[in-house]
């Protein structure tokens, strides 16, 4: 785990230095804060999606002007995932929790008006299954075991204005399984505000 957040803070840093470096250029590289509403769900076997964790993200980002329409994007986000299932019995909760690495090509077709697209990796850092029977007496709380590795794809838009806010929307395609039974795989609609440093 050490290693994991050693290697996250070099990233970090990376971004920050780069987004310094390139101040001074036509197209103003930056880096800023982001955080954000999720909307979880899972795919099982890519034909049924179950309902949606309501939860948060919560990052920094570098974004470097490649030209006057083109950036890359770097982000670590700190993203509760999961989802929710409800029936008669009644709801039953998976809380996954990752540190998410996205990267994203941003083109800007007009000055504010962003389009993104990019891939995903993430590492799982918290799980947790809970069962809420509506009656204290049934109520659980167990562990299982899902895989520490996801990734996927990003696809996305927004607006930034020129003071360096943002708003905007994304929608993560998972790709890896979160569990071996099922081929179930993250499916996330983030909503989001950024702020440049």
């Known amino acids: 785990m050490k290693n994991t957040f050693l290697t996250i803070t070099i990233i970090f840093a990376t971004i920050i230095n780069s987004g310094a470096q390139d101040s001074d250029d036509l197209f103003k590289s ?18 049924t999606e179950t309902g949606q964790r309501h939860a948060f993200h919560l990052g920094f980002y570098g974004e470097s002007f490649l030209s006057e329409a083109i950036a890359l994007q770097i982000e670590v986000l700190y993203s509760q995932q999961g989802y929710e299932l409800q029936d008669n019995g009644g709801t039953f909760t998976q809380k996954l929790d990752y540190i998410n690495l996205p990267v994203s090509l941003k083109l800007y077709p007009s000055e504010n008006f ?32 899902p895989s520490n590795f996801d990734w996927g794809f990003n696809f996305g838009g927004g607006f930034k204005t020129n003071s360096g806010a943002s708003i905007g929307v994304r929608y993560h395609l998972g790709m890896g399984e979160v569990y071996d039974e099922g081929s179930p795989q993250n499916r996330v609609w983030q909503f989001y505000l950024g702020f440049d440093f």
């Open 114 to 145: 962003f389009l993104e697209v990019g891939p995903q990796a993430g590492i799982a850092i918290s799980h947790k299954e809970k069962f809420d029977s509506n009656f204290g007496l049934f109520d659980t709380s167990q562990e299982f075991d």
């Open 30 to 47: 930056n880096a800023g804060i982001k955080l954000g509403y999720n909307l979880a769900a899972v795919s099982f076997d890519g034909d």
